[in-house]
């Protein structure tokens, strides 16, 4: 009877598979977020001798974000009106297509949660926005 000897990995080798999985998962995952943070909004801190934005010729959309969480919308020289975010997706998707310069800014009470500002935001990017600026107001002197 012979018996064959099964070969043995040496202790010296490491199986690389399930890293090269890891890998993959991880560059598919940099290559979904990275569009979103490139499409991201730029912001500058505000300084204390900030000086306005030029006056712009058309009227720019507003979406205030307010202390409560809630979402309204000003187009134009319209007031606020309160709003969900699918109706923000349609309205202003509507607006991009037929003039996609339009102004798009985003005011957000102070005391609103980071997370309600950054679900604006999105919103507006998936409304066709490709640029939404954030709005502040100057700081107070004492």
Excluded: W
Aim: proline share 8%.
């Amino acid at each position: 009877m012979s018996m064959r000897r099964k070969r043995q990995k040496p202790m010296g080798e490491i199986n690389v598979v399930p890293y090269i999985d890891v890998m993959l998962v991880l560059l598919v995952i940099f290559m979904v977020t990275a569009p979103l943070l490139y499409q991201g909004v730029d912001v500058e801190l505000p300084q204390a001798e900030a000086e306005p934005l030029r006056q712009q010729e058309q009227d720019p959309i507003i979406v205030t974000v307010t202390s409560g969480g809630e979402y309204t919308l000003s187009i134009g020289s319209d007031p606020d009106q309160s709003i969900s975010l699918e109706e923000i997706t349609d309205l202003v998707s509507r607006v991009m297509r037929n003039n996609p310069q339009t102004p798009v800014l985003v005011r957000g009470d102070r005391n609103v949660a980071y997370g309600h500002v950054l679900t604006a935001m999105s919103t507006l990017q998936r409304a066709g926005v490709p640029q939404v600026g954030l709005m502040t107001r100057p700081p107070q002197e004492n």
